[in-house]
């Protein structure tokens, strides 16, 4: 059963008299343990599409389904209450809250979800750990590298153990190296842990790891490659060479 | 998401502009200690009115003849007491009394040939403990004595105005009781300043039974005047002391009109301190919602991870809480040393003194600690500013997400 599944989304922003139409009847499923790219040029809907994906706006039209449960006319806070249990978020700009160490911030979510105090710290410092942190937890984020800090953005967004997690340009602002880190570190949080990951980017590094890539044009959907299974995504990885779908 | 967390990422949210946080706890602190060091000498003022007018003039408790008339004097017989003593050897017998003595109360002009004053002439029971501070009070000469038949005591004020001293004899006219104008002379024995400038300008002192003899009242007296330990008890004595033919005054009765001017005062004080919190209130509202402004991006990471509208309010409020609580308590501290300095130094009000109408205010007034009024205040202080944060708090909840993940 899907994990996400859109029906005919639409989406116009208005400013001023202007309108610009960001989704145009855009319908697509996401199964669990997904790891998919949204790609498009600037302007295509990417952002829009997984900001409706994560509860954090609501379309225009259509109807958006987390888990089998109908999310569209839910209230706000309702809508926190799903992003503070199933969706993780990995942004652009890391996002992460400048006054809290590595340690608070990845702890964040487990405080907004009510975990309990042992667990929230053996989960935090496992999740440090699996993101190659654990001798940067009292560190805040301007003592941190910018490849670091998207670390423990992906480690706030996976302790939680969400279903998916959105990630909106990942490595934008990461230079190379830590941008193949960044992928390397969430393809294998995404294998172990089975959490589905969809990535908005046109950044071709993130592509190169997506198992799955869905081309939004004008707000709507040009191309959408059918899932790959991981083991032949590990495979194509290990054999650039092979076709991928 | 627990509490202690929210109060732990409110107080992290104010160390990121720890001048700014300083500044408007400061704030907080210096009106609220503006508040309490005002308040604490107005009142002080008020009680130092209060009290000089029991001290000086009317006692905690009064006894009258039924028909003595109000708010002027009489020497008529039948508006005096006819045996004073026994009245106030009655009242020495109860616990709660420290000292009751007859008075006779009379008015009197007295002339140095240049210039004439009307004065207000205490006959009085100079051995009497409930004199024992204007005894205290003789800056010159000598106290007087029972026995003395033309010796009077005269406020140092006074004195100096008509160029007199110590010795000097001076002419009172009075109306006696049979309403016939008299005039003796009097021998200045002794200066006394009782602190209460209008006082030491409108009062003659002289012994009990001289001004019975000038007035020829025999041995009636205006009233028994008498002084207790606790004014508390004033009703309880009141009422024993209650019998045909008196009537019985507490100081409550006596000071009416003082009691009255007391309470539209502090009203006026109580506007301009909910001006003074109405004003730290704005500063603190103005912080906060400045605050919310720069990290409006922050709010939004917060609402994307999943915290609610209420939390995001509760952790603004949190933010406003520790602001206004340090702020009350330095308040609290700064107004207090204020209060305190004023209690060991006090104010001189000088010439300012007399135009405080009927309130007998002394020259020097001293502040006074009154915990109910500054827990009052301290408390409003916080309540006002932690409303005032209300709006910064509701416009953080009301940020939507999305909106405020893109704000850079």
Same mark, same amino acid.
């Given at each position: ?109 487990? *405080?907004?979800? $009510?975990?309990?105090? %042992?667990?929230?710290?053996? !989960?935090? +410092?496992?999740?440090?750990?699996? #993101?190659? @942190? ?9 003592? *941190?590298?910018? $490849?670091?800090?998207? %670390?423990?953005?992906?480690? !706030?967004? +996976?302790?939680?153990?969400?279903? #998916?997690? @959105? ?79 | ?408």
């Amino acid at each position: 059963m899907p994990i996400i599944e859109l029906f005919d989304i639409h989406k116009t922003y208005r400013i001023g008299e202007v309108e610009t139409r960001a989704l145009d009847g855009v319908s697509l499923n996401f199964e669990p343990g997904e790891f998919s790219a949204i790609v498009g040029p600037s302007g295509s809907g990417k952002t829009t599409l997984l900001q409706i994906m994560g509860c954090l706006d609501r379309p225009d039209r259509g109807i958006v389904k987390l888990d089998d449960r109908d999310v569209t006319r839910l209230n706000a806070d309702q809508r926190a209450e799903l992003r503070r249990n199933v969706i993780g978020f990995i942004f652009q700009f890391f996002a992460l809250i400048p006054v809290l160490d590595a340690y608070e911030n990845v702890e964040l979510p487990l *405080l907004l979800a $009510g975990v309990g105090a %042992r667990e929230r710290r053996e !989960r935090t +410092l496992e999740m440090l750990e699996a #993101v190659g @942190l654990s001798d940067r937890i009292h560190h805040r984020p301007n003592q *941190l590298s910018g $490849g670091q800090q998207q %670390r423990v953005a992906i480690a !706030r967004a +996976l302790v939680k153990r969400p279903l #998916v997690v @959105l990630a909106d340009e990942p490595t934008a602002n990461l230079d190379t190296a830590n941008g193949e880190q960044a992928m390397e570190i969430m393809q294998r949080l995404n294998e172990q842990t089975g959490t589905a990951f969809i990535f908005a980017t046109h950044d071709p590094r993130v592509m190169k790891f997506a198992r799955r890539t869905i081309h939004l044009v004008d707000g709507r959907v040009a191309e959408n490659h059918a899932p790959v299974p991981v083991e032949a995504a590990v495979r194509s990885l290990s054999h650039p060479g092979e076709p991928r779908a | 998401m627990t509490r202690t967390k929210l109060w732990m990422i409110a107080y992290r949210g104010l160390t990121r502009n720890r001048r700014r946080t300083f500044f408007t706890m400061l704030a907080v602190a210096l009106g609220l200690a503006l508040l309490i060091t005002l308040n604490g000498y107005i009142s002080g003022v008020m009680e130092d009115g209060l009290q000089n007018s029991i001290r000086l003039q009317t006692g905690h408790v009064q006894v009258r003849a039924a028909g003595y008339p109000d708010g002027k004097h009489s020497v008529q017989w039948k508006d005096l007491i006819e045996r004073p003593e026994e009245i106030a050897a009655q009242a020495m017998a109860m616990p709660e009394v420290r000292a009751a003595a007859p008075i006779l109360w009379l008015d009197a002009v007295l002339s140095t040939g240049e210039e004439s004053v009307g004065l207000q002439v205490y006959g009085i029971d100079v051995n009497s403990p409930l004199h024992d501070p204007l005894r205290a009070s003789v800056i010159a000469g000598a106290f007087l004595e029972a026995t003395d038949r033309s010796g009077v005591l005269m406020g140092g004020r006074l004195a100096q105005s008509l160029n007199l001293k110590v010795g000097d004899t001076v002419p009172l006219v009075t109306i006696n009781a049979n309403g016939e104008p008299v005039e003796a002379p009097f021998v200045i024995r002794g200066l006394f300043s009782s602190g209460v400038l209008v006082y030491d300008e409108s009062v003659l002192f002289m012994p009990l039974a001289r001004a019975q003899s000038f007035a020829l009242t025999g041995n009636r007296a205006s009233a028994v005047m008498i002084e207790l330990h606790r004014r508390e008890d004033a009703d309880k004595v009141a009422v024993a002391l209650a019998q045909p033919g008196l009537q019985t005054f507490t100081w409550r009765d006596l000071n009416a009109f003082i009691l009255q001017s007391m309470d539209a005062a502090f009203s006026f004080y109580i506007l301009m301190d909910a001006i003074v919190i109405m004003i730290v209130a704005v500063i603190i509202a103005n912080t906060l919602l400045m605050a919310v402004f720069e990290r409006v991006r922050e709010i939004g990471i917060l609402a994307a991870l999943g915290m609610k509208r209420l939390e995001i309010l509760l952790m603004v409020l949190y933010e406003a809480a520790i602001i206004a609580l340090a702020g009350v308590v330095v308040g609290i501290a700064l107004g207090l040393l204020g209060v305190f300095f004023l209690t060991q130094n006090g104010f001189v009000l000088g010439e300012m003194a007399t135009t405080a109408g009927n309130l007998p205010i002394s020259n020097v007034v001293y502040a006074r600690f009154a915990p109910d009024l500054f827990t009052w205040l301290a408390v409003w202080t916080f309540l006002i500013a932690l409303l005032a944060s209300l709006y910064p708090a509701w416009f953080a909840a009301r940020l939507e997400p999305v909106r405020a993940l893109h704000t850079e």
